[in-house]
């Protein structure tokens, strides 16, 4: 294995920087936004998918009958739920972080970072879940046993 030079550290880890950003927003933060979203958005007026009416152009003119008017009618609703709800749905085969079915990697160094990565997630993954027990609402949605592999909707 060859190593890094000195002059190369500066660019090592700009690309460490990145890899750690792509890693963390096809996995953790997807799972962060897309698996509540049925929590958040299957509450219409929390999340309408259209408005029927225009948003108001003053303060305090706006009264219930004005708001019922704007959100979206039922058959539009429904649509809605039911597809906020497919998209947070894990699939049936789904790899979670540490999940790697094929062997790609061989070497000592690997396989020893790879078993380390999965004790620290098992570790954090209990952390969570203690955390939640005392909760009347849990958050579940960075747990590590709850976040994919990669993007995969």
């Given at each position: 294995?060859?190593?890094?030079?000195?002059?190369?550290?500066?660019?090592?880890?700009?690309?460490?920087?990145?890899?750690?950003?792509?890693?963390?927003?096809?996995?953790?933060?997807?799972?962060?936004?897309?698996?509540?979203?049925?929590?958040?958005?299957?509450?219409?007026?929390?999340?309408?998918?259209?408005?029927?009416?225009?948003?108001?152009?003053?303060?305090?003119?706006?009264?219930?009958?004005?708001?019922?008017?704007?959100l979206p009618d039922r058959e539009r609703s429904s649509?809605?739920?039911?597809?906020?709800?497919?998209?947070?749905?894990?699939?049936?085969?789904?790899?979670?972080?540490?999940?790697?079915?094929?062997?790609?990697?061989?070497?000592?160094?690997?396989?020893?970072?790879?078993?380390?990565?999965?004790?620290?997630?098992?570790?954090?993954?209990?952390?969570?879940?203690?955390?939640?027990?005392?909760?009347?609402?849990?958050?579940?949605?960075?747990?590590?046993?709850?976040?994919?592999?990669?993007?995969?909707?």
């Open positions: 294995m060859c190593q890094p030079k000195d002059d190369d550290l500066p660019l090592l880890s700009l690309l460490v920087e990145y890899l750690t950003v792509v890693i963390f927003t096809a996995s953790a933060q997807h799972a962060a936004v897309n698996f509540g979203q049925f929590d958040w958005c299957a509450w219409i007026p929390n999340c309408p998918s259209t408005m029927r009416r225009p948003p108001p152009t003053q303060k305090g003119q706006v009264d219930m009958k004005y708001i019922m008017e704007s649509w809605h739920v039911g597809a906020v709800w497919a998209l947070s749905q894990f699939q049936d085969d789904e790899l979670y972080l540490g999940q790697y079915p094929d062997t790609h990697f061989t070497e000592q160094p690997v396989i020893e970072a790879t078993k380390a990565f999965r004790n620290k997630l098992f570790e954090v993954t209990n952390i969570i879940k203690m955390r939640n027990e005392k909760l009347i609402l849990p958050y579940r949605y960075l747990s590590p046993d709850k976040i994919p592999n990669s993007v995969a909707i």
